[in-house]
């Protein structure tokens, strides 16, 4: 009978273990108990939440006691928080949120992820806290003070939520977002900010062990654990989801498309340059980028070419460097340190952009420019001489070893010089020119 699967399963397990051993401690209800173990370190951004949503429907398939999400992070995108936040209030897997190891923060976001957790726990010597807003989008960083106390007051009411749901010290919860406070794990236990301090992973798990949870005894003690790593598309992601790696985008999409663009047929740069802005238009979902920054870097692309156009000795090269540098400086906002980027990246970038319009980008341009001197476009605007009388019912001239049929609007005596303006078929359009300079002996 289907009701007597699950006991006479049991039976057998246990006749197997009685009659091949089992290792010591190890008991046939511990095949059942499943720990499932997420390992979140770095900054929280799409890929995070993509990667937490993923390891949550794995946990509920297999059927885990609890989801344990061991978490080191500086802070990361509001977004992506909420994002994560109400998959956690939404699961029905025990979430667990393990501060590790041992001098790990949760920082910024890292804090609201923690109080959002049906069970939060530190290791030793780790902190939690400093969750003070700070805008990342355009304008950001000169958001004027309106802005700010909005920004400021949401997420001061939405992390009191969250601690309040969790039955956690609200009042430090909001300081954490208006004050920027920060807490050690023994005085975030003390105060009520987490549930437990573990200093390692299964002593993390024997505490858990017992703990009613949405009404549920979790039994973690001895359980196995099945640890649910990022794919190779969420570590991808996870890795280019930075300033430097959006800045080297940005810079491969300029010479690219610039080069291709200044040498026809080239291919090569004008692939890579499509494939770089694509990777850079997805990314900037995860890294959204300064409108006033963009605009200067624009600027600069702009100031590089005029200066191929027109003589300004290199007056125009020091302004497009110089709205470079700004540009890059103000395209990421510098206020988080995981954002910042540093002038070891933007000096360079604005150094070897400057290098590459002027000697590579800007003499492309002057070649297009430049007259022919092969083939037949090589004819037009020559002065040659006619052998005979010119006029519009034709004539001859001598050009480049050959004999050419000539014509011309205005009657030209044999001898004198004329101009060539376009050619049709086998007969050249011309007109009464001016000598050619005698060349110095």
């Known amino acids: ?16 273990l009685a009659l091949l051993g089992s290792p010591p401690g190890w008991t046939a209800g511990q095949a059942e108990r499943r720990v499932c173990v997420a390992r979140v370190q770095g900054t929280i951004g799409p890929a995070t939440a993509t990667y937490l949503a993923r390891a949550r429907a794995e946990a509920a398939a297999q059927g885990a006691q609890c989801l344990v999400i061991e978490l080191d992070t500086p802070g990361g995108l509001l977004e992506a928080t909420k994002e994560i936040v109400q998959g956690f209030l939404g699961s029905p897997v025990p979430i667990v ?9 949760a920082g910024s976001a890292g804090c609201f992820i923690t109080l959002a957790a049906d ?37 001061a009411s939405y992390i ?13 919860a909001m300081a954490s977002v208006r004050e920027s406070a920060s807490l050690t794990a023994d005085k975030a236990l003390e105060l009520g900010v987490i549930d437990l301090i573990a200093r390692d992973l299964p002593d993390l798990l024997a505490q858990l062990d017992g703990r009613v949870v949405n009404g549920r005894a979790l039994e973690t003690a001895g359980a196995a654990t099945i640890s649910l790593p990022m794919t190779f598309r969420e570590k991808a992601f996870q ?18 498309i610039i080069g291709e663009l200044t040498s026809p047929g080239a291919i090569l740069p004008g692939v890579a340059g499509a494939i770089a802005l694509v990777l850079l238009l997805y990314l900037a979902s995860a890294l959204p980028m300064n409108l006033a920054g963009l605009a200067l870097v624009g600027i600069a692309i702009a100031l590089f070419v005029f200066d191929a156009f027109t003589p300004t000795h290199g007056v125009l090269t020091v302004g497009g460097m110089i709205a470079f540098f700004l540009g890059i400086l103000m395209l990421f906002d510098r206020s988080e340190p995981f954002l910042r980027l540093s002038l070891t990246w933007i000096l360079p970038a604005t150094v070897v952009t400057a290098l590459f319009f002027t000697f590579i980008a800007g003499a492309g341009i002057r070649a297009q420019r430049a007259p022919a001197k092969t083939g037949m476009e090589a004819l037009i ?16 001239v001598f050009l480049e070893g050959e004999y050419w049929t000539a ?4 009657p030209v005596a044999a ?7 376009a050619r049709e078929g086998l007969t050249l359009k011309v007109k009464p020119g001016i000598p050619p300079k005698e060349e110095p002996p």
Request: net charge positive; charged share 20%.
């Open 1 to 16: 009978m289907p009701g007597c699967r699950k006991p006479m399963g049991r039976v057998m397990l246990s006749l197997a």
């Open 160 to 172: 009191e939520a969250i601690a309040a749901k969790r039955h956690r010290n609200t009042a430090w």
């Open 239 to 256: 890795a280019f989801a930075h300033p430097q790696v959006m800045l080297i985008l940005m810079l491969i999409v300029m010479y690219g």
């Open 97 to 105: 949120v393990y501060v590790s190891p041992p001098g790990a923060w």
């Open 119 to 155: 069970v939060a726990a530190m290791a030793p010597t780790t902190s939690i806290g400093a969750a003070h807003p700070v805008g990342i989008g355009p304008g950001s960083e000169k958001q004027d003070g309106e802005m700010k106390r909005k920004l400021e007051n949401f997420t």
């Open 415 to 421: 001898g004198q010089p004329v101009e060539i303006l």
């Open 381 to 396: 605007g020559r002065t040659v001489t006619a052998l005979e009388p010119i006029d519009a019912r034709g004539g001859r």
């Open 407 to 410: 014509e011309s609007a205005e």
